[in-house]
């Protein structure tokens, strides 16, 4: 499996962006799916995951209330929908998938634990 992301780009503080975490072979039902980000000089970190549980979603205190991950399974699209967003969230951000039975609630916050990875789609915040 090999996602791929998109939706990057330059925007204001305040303003919105939403990503997608794309693969052909996605079908989002038996996919775990997590965001992360990695800022220059910094170690990468963990947004926001989706299990294949649904409705079951998490978000780093960081971006809770402010960014939203949903699927579409039609689509075979995950989405990482991004609002009043701020120079701290400024970095590349990666999608990274591990399969996972449906139903299943797990998620996590460690790189280590998704073996599929996209390379990732850059997100500058300044004004």
């Known amino acids: 499996l090999q996602p791929v992301e998109s939706g990057g780009a330059l925007v204001q503080p305040g303003e919105s962006l939403t990503l997608s975490c794309e693969a052909s072979?996605?079908?989002?039902?038996?996919?775990?799916v997590a965001w992360f980000r990695q800022a220059p000089g910094k170690d990468r970190e963990w947004v926001s995951c989706i299990s294949t549980n649904p409705g079951s979603t998490q978000h780093a205190d960081s971006v809770k209330g402010r960014f939203t991950i949903s699927r579409s399974k039609p689509k075979h699209i995950v989405y990482l929908l991004m609002t009043s967003l701020q120079p701290d969230d400024t970095g590349v951000y990666f999608c990274?998938?591990?399969?996972?039975?449906?139903?299943?609630?797990?998620?996590?916050?460690?790189?280590?634990?998704?073996?599929?990875w996209g390379r990732g789609t850059q997100v500058t915040v300044s004004s």
């Open positions: 990274a998938a591990k399969w996972r039975p449906y139903g299943s609630d797990w998620c996590s916050l460690a790189p280590a634990d998704f073996p599929s």
């Open positions: 072979q996605f079908n989002v039902d038996v996919y775990a």
